[in-house]
């Protein structure tokens, strides 16, 4: 596999609160650094993992702000500037790229169920509105409608910055097909850690990953060693990890991954509102599985 344009393992961050659920910009800042530190090659912020949808515009520019300056051009940043109305997306879109950020994320609009056409008329003008490289965003699963291989492929062929699809879809045909269609340069990353390994088998270049927030190291050993052709030991590790994959969606993401980060000894407060603290029975099935991983 060629180098991929933003690393094999990237992170979509979760956004940490005070105890009064506003933004802890310092926190924020103290994360991205040890998100690199343990093998993070790029940030992705303020996507779902991030809570977006609580989040609202200014706030988000405000984080976006703390990571840039806390990463120092160590790594890039992709800033999720993504929502379900393309005259705020492109507005925001420009805003976002005024900071600094290396590119940008967008996520199939919500809500409104918009078809196959509409989907790529909002992207394309949200692509356009900016100079940084796109990652298209497709998660099916909070989003009602999938973003199908065709309308992905002719986005990544009519349109020179958009350059990754973020690929949320458990449909290994459908990455197939949008692996064996796209321009060259055109990445598909997994959207989700269970299925990292075997969307690299045929063809992805890595993951936004929610587990490299207590995980990291191991997380950059299974995608280096898919990479290398190693197929044994990425087997091996995906295997070990699998138990912690299945533990941090038990519930709503984020709201393992925070609890799982506290347990690691690095709170970043809790979720907002609609979202909850874990039971304490998820709580202790998640604490089992750090230990059992030797994480704790």
């Not at 998100?35 to 779902?48: D, K, Y």
């Not at 992207?123 to 009602?144: D, H, Q, T």
């Not at 699998?242 to 809790?270: H, R, S, Y």
């Amino acid at each position: 596999m060629a180098e991929p344009r933003f690393g094999r393992l990237i992170t979509a961050m979760v956004t940490p609160f005070a105890p009064d659920l506003e933004l802890d910009l310092p926190r924020a800042a103290e994360l991205a650094d040890r998100l690199l530190s343990n093998g993070s090659q790029a940030l992705v912020v303020c996507g779902t993992t991030g809570e977006s949808p609580t989040v609202f515009y200014d706030q988000k520019l405000e984080l976006f702000r703390a990571v840039i300056d806390a990463v120092g051009g160590r790594a890039p940043v992709i800033a999720n500037a993504g929502d379900n109305c393309t005259a705020d997306s492109v507005e925001f879109a420009r805003k976002v790229e005024s900071l600094g950020v290396d590119a940008i994320m967008a996520v199939v609009p919500y809500y409104n169920k918009p078809p196959q056409e509409g989907l790529y008329r909002h992207f394309r003008a949200i692509a356009e509105a900016v100079n940084v490289p796109v990652i298209l965003y497709n998660i099916p699963g909070r989003c009602v409608v999938n973003m199908e291989p065709a309308t992905i492929l002719r986005l990544a062929h009519d349109v020179p910055n958009i350059v990754a699809v973020k690929q949320a879809n458990s449909d290994l045909a459908q990455t197939a097909a949008i692996v064996d269609g796209a321009p060259a340069g055109f990445e598909v990353l997994s959207g989700d850690d269970e299925m990292t390994l075997p969307m690299m088998g045929i063809g992805a270049t890595g993951v936004i990953s929610v587990a490299n927030h207590v995980a990291g190291p191991q997380m950059r050993q299974m995608v280096d060693a898919q990479a290398a052709g190693e197929h044994t030991t990425a087997l091996s590790l995906h295997l070990q990890l699998l138990p912690l994959f299945k533990a941090l969606f038990m519930t709503a993401n984020p709201i393992m991954v925070k609890d799982a980060l506290a347990q690691c000894g690095f709170p970043v407060g809790e979720c907002r509102l609609p979202l909850v603290p874990p039971t304490p029975e998820q709580s202790a099935e998640l604490r089992r599985v750090l230990a059992h991983l030797g994480l704790l």
